[in-house]
Each structure stands twice: as C-alpha cells, then as structure tokens.
C-alpha cells in the first residue's frame, strides 16, 4: 500500500502513517525497512499492513519512496 507519513516521534520512536484508502495506521521504527529508524513528515511511503503485537492493525516494511 501507498502512503505518507502524518506523525512521527523521534524521541519515542513511532508514528502515523496515513494509507492511500485516508485510514492511519501505527508504526514503530523498527518497521522502517532501510534500518535508518526515521522518517520525515509528509515522506511518501509504501507499507505492509498487518496485525502489532497487542491485536491492533499497524504498518510494516515501510519503505521510503525516492525524492523528486
């Protein structure tokens, strides 16, 4: 899926990802496919959606497109 980052938190290390179908999924640092553990507001994404560790819909393999 398709997306853009809405919120994130470098300091707890988790954020927002808001899905091309306008739902907004969590996801945690960790889930950032590069290793890099950050994102930027607004970054265009692709995500792998799935079910977190306590049951709630979250993004993963999250993957930053490239910048045009």
Do not use: P, Q, W
């Amino acid at each position: 899926m398709k997306g853009r980052i809405e919120a994130f938190s470098d300091h707890r290390g988790d954020g927002l990802v808001r899905i091309d179908n306008g739902e907004v999924l969590y996801f945690h640092c960790v889930s950032i496919a590069d290793g890099s553990r950050s994102v930027d507001i607004d970054d265009a994404v692709t995500v792998r959606r799935g079910v977190g560790h306590i049951g709630h819909d979250e993004a993963f393999e999250i993957v930053k497109e490239a910048r045009t």
